[in-house]
């Protein structure tokens, strides 16, 4: 140990400085505050000297030396989050920040979306002519359509049949000529070269006080054809009648006449039909239709159901001169 230390007792050097004032050699320190040397141990650590900063904890732990820590650098303190502002109103914090553009994409197609909807639903709902009908008229409209959902189902029944017995080898040649005479029968009747017979209906157009128009025989052929009319003909207070097919044209005469297919009827005109008759007087009948019209404008439509109806007029056959069958 140098001159300049000496040692405290405690396993820590201590610098050589003034220490502790006393009196001459033996003499004790004449200071008032001054403790008794009676009563101070050999043992007993004097106090730290005023260079260092701090005690040691009572486990040991080390101290800090002042001169370290002056020549220390500063240690900046950690930083710490701080809390996040209270959003304001109409400021980003009110929104949760800014929105993506994926955001803004999806808010325009729900906005689409929702308007497509409302424009549909005000325009099923403003439908002028279902908001007008009663409640059996559209019963009866129910009815003709079920009626010619069953009636199509028939027939792709009966043309199933048909292709089973074609395709069953021997037989198939005699069923294949039963279906072509059947096929020619069909066609003969709508091509209006065969006569045809079964149930169906008599309409009678009776005019009122001014004739009957040839756009509203041509929206009674509609109508029946619509409801599933399979042959018809219209015939005048004199004359023969006039067989109706799909090329069939309707004109306004002369002096309240109806020209069909170039020769001229007067009226009353009555048309009769063949198909079923429940279906087709349903369709006449509904607001807004033929009976409607012409009772609009001072006539009268009468409808007679008949169990079995004549269509016996012929339309001459026509000479094709550009359509050919397909091979």
């Given at each position: 140990?140098?001159?300049?230390?000496?040692?405290?007792?405690?396993?820590?050097?201590?610098?050589?400085?003034?220490?502790?004032?006393?009196?001459?050699?033996?003499?004790?320190?004449?200071?008032?505050?001054?403790?008794?040397?009676?009563?101070?141990?050999?043992?007993?650590?004097?106090?730290?000297?005023?260079?260092?900063?701090?005690?040691?904890?009572?486990?040991?732990?080390?101290?800090?030396?002042?001169?370290?820590?002056?020549?220390?650098?500063?240690?900046?303190?950690?930083?710490?989050?701080?809390?996040?502002?209270?959003?304001?109103?109409?400021?980003?914090?009110?929104?949760?920040?800014?929105?993506?553009?994926?955001?803004?994409?999806?808010?325009?197609?729900?906005a689409l979306l929702g308007f497509t909807l409302v424009v549909q639903l005000k325009t099923t709902s403003t439908d002028p002519t279902l908001a007008a009908t009663r409640q059996e008229d559209l019963v009866r409209i129910f009815s003709d359509l079920d009626s010619r959902e069953k009636r199509l189902q028939q027939d792709i029944e009966a043309l199933e049949e048909s292709q089973r017995q074609l395709r069953s080898g021997e037989q198939g040649r005699q069923?294949?000529?039963?279906?072509?005479?059947?096929?020619?029968?069909?066609?003969?009747?709508?091509?209006?070269?065969?006569?045809?017979?079964?149930?169906?209906?008599?309409?009678?157009?009776?005019?009122?006080?001014?004739?009957?128009?040839?756009?509203?025989?041509?929206?009674?052929?509609?109508?029946l054809r619509g409801a599933g009319a399979e042959a018809m003909q219209i015939s005048g207070a004199g004359g023969s009648p006039v067989r109706i097919i799909a090329s069939t044209y309707f004109l306004d005469g002369q002096n309240g006449s109806l020209v069909v297919d170039g020769r001229s009827l007067s009226g009353p005109y009555t048309i009769t039909v063949i198909g079923d008759p429940t279906t087709m007087s349903t369709a006449l009948k509904i607001p807004g239709g033929v009976a409607a019209t012409v009772a609009g404008d001072g006539g009268n439509v009468i409808v007679e159901e008949r169990e079995v109806a004549e269509v016996s007029a012929l339309h001459g056959p026509m000479k094709l001169e550009h359509a050919r069958p397909v091979s």
């Open positions: 140990m140098s001159d300049e230390q000496r040692e405290t007792g405690t396993g820590w050097p201590e610098p050589a400085g003034p220490g502790r004032r006393s009196g001459p050699a033996g003499e004790p320190d004449p200071r008032p505050d001054a403790p008794d040397p009676d009563e101070i141990s050999p043992l007993v650590a004097p106090p730290e000297p005023e260079s260092r900063v701090g005690d040691a904890d009572d486990d040991g732990g080390p101290t800090v030396n002042l001169a370290e820590a002056v020549a220390a650098p500063p240690q900046e303190p950690e930083p710490t989050s701080a809390p996040a502002p209270a959003p304001t109103k109409g400021g980003p914090g009110a929104w949760g920040g800014r929105l993506s553009s994926a955001g803004v994409m999806i808010a325009v197609l729900l069923a294949a000529l039963e279906e072509a005479r059947r096929r020619a029968d069909q066609l003969g009747i709508l091509a209006g070269t065969l006569p045809a017979r079964g149930p169906g209906l008599a309409v009678r157009f009776v005019p009122g006080g001014k004739p009957i128009a040839a756009e509203r025989i041509l929206d009674a052929v509609q109508e």
